[in-house]
């Protein structure tokens, strides 16, 4: 019954912005880590940012090399909704982005971004760069 939506992606020119959105529904978001991951045509998906659950006992964030400084995920526990704004997109990010969830991983949020198997998975965004 777990849902997760994402929107916001479309075409945009290097240097240029967007922010995606993660629609979480059929569970409190506050008892979830939070990933979001891409897939690019001819590659393997990888982890682009997650964060975790709201009552972590080792809480934070982690992100993907490439994308440090450039992209920020958070959360609106109220709204049960979780963000990725991407800033200064490059030629190497385009993709499909998707997000996905899971219950209060016994690790460290690096570690279940990393190795973790996620349960449950949006449908995904895709995201364009292009000059």
């Known amino acids: 019954q777990v849902q997760l939506v994402e929107s916001g992606g479309g075409l945009v020119q290097p240097g240029e912005s967007l922010r995606l959105t993660c629609a979480v529904a059929?569970?409190?978001?506050?008892?979830?880590?939070i990933g979001w991951f891409r897939q690019a045509p001819g590659k393997e998906r990888e982890a682009v940012a997650c964060?975790?659950?709201?009552?972590?006992?080792?809480?934070?964030?982690y992100y993907e090399d490439s994308v440090k400084g450039r992209f920020t995920i958070s959360r609106d526990n109220a709204k049960n909704t979780v963000y990725l704004q991407m800033n200064n997109l490059k030629a190497d990010d385009p993709a499909v982005y998707y997000c996905?969830?899971?219950?209060?991983?016994?690790?460290?949020?690096?570690?279940?971004?990393?190795?973790?198997?996620?349960?449950?998975w949006g449908q995904g965004t895709q995201v364009t760069v292009s000059s």
């Open positions: 996905a969830a899971d219950l209060a991983p016994p690790t460290t949020i690096e570690a279940m971004c990393i190795f973790g198997k996620w349960v449950h």
């Open positions: 059929g569970v409190l978001l506050d008892d979830y880590a």
């Open positions: 964060i975790s659950h709201a009552g972590s006992r080792n809480p934070g964030t």
